[in-house]
Structure formats: C-alpha cells, structure tokens
C-alpha cells in the first residue's frame, strides 16, 4: 500500500470513497491493519480503557500516548498514524505546542483534540509550525465529566446548528481532519456536506466521509460487557482477526457498514 497522506484522504473524499480508521495501540495490530487495508491508525486515549483497564480516558499520560504511539510506528507499513493529546494535555497553548511536538517526534503524523470551536487557535498554531490536527467533537470523551455521561449529542436544534457552525470555523482554523462521535446520523451528512476536510464518525451514520471502531469492541471484546449500539462485532463470521480487520475494511468501503441500526436519530 503506498503511504496515506492528507492528500489521500482529501482524495478518497472527493471521489466518495469512504476512509477505513481503526484504533491501533501496538505494532503487531499496526502491521495486521496495515495488511487488511486500513487508511488511518489512531492511537487512541481509549487505550486508557482498553489497556490499562481505567473507567474513563482521564488517567492517560502524553508519556502513555508517546509509547504507544512509537510501537504503532514500528509496524505501520504506509497508513497514516494519528494520536490523541490526551486529557489536559492541551489546556493551555505552550502545553498544546510541547505536547504535539512529543506525539509527532513518536512517530504521528497528525494529532486529535477534543472539543468544538474554542480548539481554533490551537489548531491555527500546530498547523502553521507543521502539526496537522483533527478536530474531535460531538460526544468527546474527555469532558464526560462536564456532559454527565457517554451521550448523544447535538439532539437538540439549537446545540446541532452550533455544531454546524463550530465545525466550519475550525475547518478555516486550519483544521485538516473532524472527527465526529454520536451525533445524529442526519446532523453528520450535513457536517460532512458544509466543510471540504474529510470527516470520519463513529455513531455518526452512513454518510460522514469514513469511519472509526476502536479495535477492541470491534473484535468483540469488552471488558465492561456492556457495547455501545455503534459497534459491530466483526469477528462474527469470520476465523482469524486477520479476517475481521479486512471485513471491517471492505463493509466501510462498501458502505454497508454502519447500517442503519448503528445510527442515532435527532
Ligand atoms: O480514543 C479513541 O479511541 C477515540 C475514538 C473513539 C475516536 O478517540
Ligand atoms: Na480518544
């Protein structure tokens, strides 16, 4: 696979081709991924839940995503790496700056921040000194404490317009990638339809420009038991997770996943 770059997924976009993300934290699933066809790997703080075994993403360290970060490089062969700053991380623009610095020496090619459009200077600063940025929204993981649960959002008219609205400004922030986590399937086509950036969901529906699982809820392991109505189990079906990775990859591309039981409604 030659290697994926921000003008891939601008590509990929502008022919309707969906783009294939999965959460990768090592370098063994990094070469698995890479082989079964998946554009982006992104080191997620979900590792904070699936590996280190925390109830939230709050406990990760930049020190825990740098680690990581650096294993998923040594297997990646050709997608592009993406890593979380994860929670405080960026509270502050020297923080924000530093921080990105550790991520892309460890071996990223861009990094994600959660938030709406108060991220916009952040994101005008890392992009002007060479940091690509994917701007995360909707439901954002790191504030749970804020919205009192893993919920929906932008059900409400009012907070959907905003939506709208803060994506677009950090699109002309500079941001190069949105990433859009249970928000009505609606809202998303719409989000995905207003800025040129490629947009990728997970909860989001159909019609974003790709999509994301994080690995482990996709090969049907749970710690808690307790999956979100958003993940598919694609182990189901299939003998080795060399094949559920490669069947994850084709039901994104053929867009047959997410169906429409994955989505939410407004
Ligand atoms: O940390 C993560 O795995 C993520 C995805 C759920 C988008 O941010
Ligand atoms: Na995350």
Redesign the pocket.
Same mark, same amino acid.
């Given at each position: 696979m030659p290697d994926v770059t921000l003008t891939t997924l601008q590509a990929l976009k502008q022919k309707g081709e969906k783009i294939a993300m999965l *959460?990768c934290y090592d370098a063994t699933f990094a070469r698995a991924s890479c082989q079964a066809g998946v554009d982006v790997l @992104?080191i997620? /703080?979900? @590792?904070g839940m699936v590996l280190q075994g925390h109830d939230s *993403?709050l406990p990760v360290s930049v020190a825990d995503m740098a680690y990581h970060t650096a294993s998923v490089k040594r297997g990646n062969q050709g997608a592009m790496i993406v890593a /979380?700053l994860p929670f405080m991380a960026y509270a502050t623009l020297e923080q924000t700056l530093h921080n990105a610095g550790l991520l892309m020496q460890a071996g990223a090619h861009m990094v994600?921040v959660e938030g709406a459009a108060w991220l916009a200077e952040s994101i005008a600063r890392l992009a002007e000194r060479g940091v690509p940025v994917c701007a995360?929204m909707g439901l954002t993981?790191q504030a749970v404490n804020i919205l009192g649960g893993y919920k929906v959002q932008g059900r409400q008219q009012a907070q959907a317009r905003q939506m709208v609205a803060d994506a677009i400004a950090l699109e002309q922030a500079g941001a190069a990638l949105l990433?859009l986590?249970c928000v009505p399937s609606e809202l998303a086509g719409e989000i995905s339809r207003a800025v040129k950036v490629p947009v990728i969901g997970?909860g989001a529906g159909p019609q974003t420009d790709g999509q994301?699982l994080?690995l482990h809820d996709m090969l049907g392991l749970s710690l808690s038991g307790r999956v979100p109505k958003f993940v598919k189990n694609f182990m189901q079906g299939q003998s080795s997770i060399q094949d559920a990775l490669a069947a994850y990859v084709k039901a994104v591309k053929d867009v047959s996943f997410p169906a429409a039981e994955h989505g939410f409604s407004a």
């Amino acid at each position: 696979m030659p290697d994926v770059t921000l003008t891939t997924l601008q590509a990929l976009k502008q022919k309707g081709e969906k783009i294939a993300m999965l *959460t990768c934290y090592d370098a063994t699933f990094a070469r698995a991924s890479c082989q079964a066809g998946v554009d982006v790997l @992104l080191i997620g /703080d979900s @590792l904070g839940m699936v590996l280190q075994g925390h109830d939230s *993403t709050l406990p990760v360290s930049v020190a825990d995503m740098a680690y990581h970060t650096a294993s998923v490089k040594r297997g990646n062969q050709g997608a592009m790496i993406v890593a /979380d700053l994860p929670f405080m991380a960026y509270a502050t623009l020297e923080q924000t700056l530093h921080n990105a610095g550790l991520l892309m020496q460890a071996g990223a090619h861009m990094v994600k921040v959660e938030g709406a459009a108060w991220l916009a200077e952040s994101i005008a600063r890392l992009a002007e000194r060479g940091v690509p940025v994917c701007a995360h929204m909707g439901l954002t993981p790191q504030a749970v404490n804020i919205l009192g649960g893993y919920k929906v959002q932008g059900r409400q008219q009012a907070q959907a317009r905003q939506m709208v609205a803060d994506a677009i400004a950090l699109e002309q922030a500079g941001a190069a990638l949105l990433l859009l986590e249970c928000v009505p399937s609606e809202l998303a086509g719409e989000i995905s339809r207003a800025v040129k950036v490629p947009v990728i969901g997970i909860g989001a529906g159909p019609q974003t420009d790709g999509q994301v699982l994080v690995l482990h809820d996709m090969l049907g392991l749970s710690l808690s038991g307790r999956v979100p109505k958003f993940v598919k189990n694609f182990m189901q079906g299939q003998s080795s997770i060399q094949d559920a990775l490669a069947a994850y990859v084709k039901a994104v591309k053929d867009v047959s996943f997410p169906a429409a039981e994955h989505g939410f409604s407004a």
